[in-house]
């Protein structure tokens, strides 16, 4: 079995494919318990016209087809950024069994930032999650994205 840190290099990969395609940066990979990658994604709400079209939410579904159910039990979603309330809720409907993310998002993170979507005792799923994982690499792609989009650094 491959390590973490080689799944989310794989969605380094997925979010840098977004930043090509004028994307914020976002990667997302999905994993199946024998470690074969079964789903990708990165942001793609511009270009797709659609505002649930984020890296968690395209991986879920890419696998979900893939697989050919809904429920992706046994599976880990690797995803460079803290996920929303959206992403979260989908995580937990698909019965995903774990969750690693890179860099915490404070403005809508809900697995540390602004609130724990996780941990909430009316969930009839429970996922682990783990957090921090080469937030560093994903920080500093969002970082970079958006001094570029405001034309000057935004350490």
């Known amino acids: 079995m491959r390590s973490d840190e080689f799944y989310m290099h794989r969605a380094l990969d997925?979010?840098?494919?977004?930043l090509v395609a004028g994307e914020v940066p976002v990667?997302?990979?999905?994993?199946?318990a024998s470690g074969e990658i079964?789903?990708?994604?990165?942001?793609?709400?511009?270009?797709?016209?659609?505002?649930?079209?984020?890296?968690?939410?395209?991986?879920?579904?890419?696998?979900?087809?893939?697989?050919g159910n809904y429920r992706l039990d046994g599976c880990t979603l690797y995803v460079t950024l803290e996920p929303c309330l959206m992403?979260?809720?989908a995580i937990i409907q698909a019965r995903v069994a774990r969750l690693v993310y890179g860099a915490a998002e404070p403005?809508?993170?809900?697995?540390?930032?602004?609130?724990?979507l996780f941990a909430?005792?009316?969930?009839?799923?429970?996922v682990q999650v783990d957090g921090g994982l080469l937030a560093t690499q994903a920080r500093r792609?969002?970082?970079?994205?958006?001094?570029e989009r405001r034309g000057g650094d935004d350490s």
């Not at 990667?27 to 199946?32: C, E, K, M, R």
């Not at 403005?107 to 724990?116: H, I, P, R, Y």
């Not at 909430?120 to 429970?126: G, L, Y």
Request: glycine share 10%; proline share 4%; with cysteine.
């Open 107 to 116: 403005k809508t993170g809900m697995v540390e930032s602004k609130a724990n």
């Open 141 to 147: 792609l969002l970082r970079d994205f958006f001094a």
């Open 87 to 89: 992403c979260a809720g």
């Open 38 to 67: 079964v789903g990708r994604g990165y942001n793609a709400p511009v270009g797709e016209h659609d505002p649930s079209a984020h890296a968690e939410i395209r991986a879920l579904r890419d696998a979900a087809v893939r697989l």
């Open 120 to 126: 909430q005792p009316w969930h009839n799923h429970r």
């Open 27 to 32: 990667g997302a990979v999905l994993v199946d």
């Open 14 to 18: 997925q979010a840098r494919l977004g």
